[in-house]
């Protein structure tokens, strides 16, 4: 399968915990994307990378979240002293290039308890 | 700033019967619009694209959609609707003259096809 992949799929964590999720894009993909989605609601943007420069932070991205890309192939996505609001879906999504589609992995279900 | 807007939360329609998906837009250049799918559990599945070029733009699973400039639209069709066609759905759009890389994406349409 040479699709973007995420690990973990599923994510079950207390309030106050750190948690960390990878996003391994599809492999000659150098820009990479970060969304989050609630119940009801389209994906938000959180966070862009282009190889391994993060270009742009959504508001929504708390101090508490931070994404890297260290050698510009998969990505990670922390989030530190988790709270019950930050149960969602986190997507992530490469592209080829600024005009090209996004395609995006199954995602991460996290649970904050 | 960039918006998208799907105004109708759910479309109910009978098998064999065409399909109309709601879509509009609002940014400051030009817009990039995407539809993607989604299924219960999956990730988002991409359909289709606007750049440039053509205003009626085909895609995957007999769907298609027209881009509308003058109506701010991109509405999604498909000619003979299926029963597996039932699924969310996303219009997004990116602006080109904020970069184009930040794609924002409606609250979608849940679709239910009765067989």
């Known amino acids: 399968d040479t699709g973007v992949s995420q690990d973990p799929r599923h994510k079950i964590t207390k309030r106050g915990q750190n948690v960390t999720f990878r996003c391994d894009p599809i492999?000659?993909?150098?820009?990479l994307y970060w969304y989050r989605q609630t119940l009801g609601q389209g994906p938000e943007f959180l966070t862009y990378?282009?190889?391994?420069?993060?270009?742009?932070k959504s508001r929504l991205l708390s101090d508490r979240f931070s994404a890297e890309r260290p050698k510009g192939s998969f990505s990670t996505l922390e989030i530190q002293r988790t709270e019950q609001g930050d149960s969602a879906m986190y997507l992530c999504?490469?592209?080829?290039?600024?005009?090209?589609?996004?395609?995006f992995g199954p995602g991460t279900r996290l649970t904050v308890l | 700033a960039q918006s998208v807007a799907q105004p109708e939360d759910q479309v109910n329609v009978a098998e064999g019967n065409p399909l109309t998906v709601k879509c509009t837009y609002s940014?400051?250049?030009?817009?990039?619009l995407f539809w993607y799918v989604q299924y219960p559990n999956r990730g988002l599945q991409f359909l289709l694209k606007?750049?440039?070029?053509?205003?009626l733009v085909k895609g995957s699973y007999g769907f298609e959609a027209e881009f509308n400039k003058s109506q701010t639209s991109f509405h999604l069709k498909k000619p003979s609707a299926l029963v597996s066609d039932s699924a969310l759905y996303f219009c997004?759009?990116?602006?080109?003259?904020?970069?184009?890389?930040?794609?924002?994406f409606g609250a979608g349409t849940r679709l239910f096809v009765k067989a």
């Open positions: 999504a490469s592209s080829l290039s600024r005009t090209d589609t996004q395609y």
């Open positions: 492999s000659e993909h150098n820009r």
């Open positions: 990378f282009q190889n391994e420069a993060q270009l742009e």
């Open positions: 940014v400051s250049g030009n817009p990039y």
């Open positions: 606007y750049i440039t070029g053509d205003n």
């Open positions: 997004a759009v990116r602006d080109e003259e904020a970069g184009g890389f930040k794609t924002i």
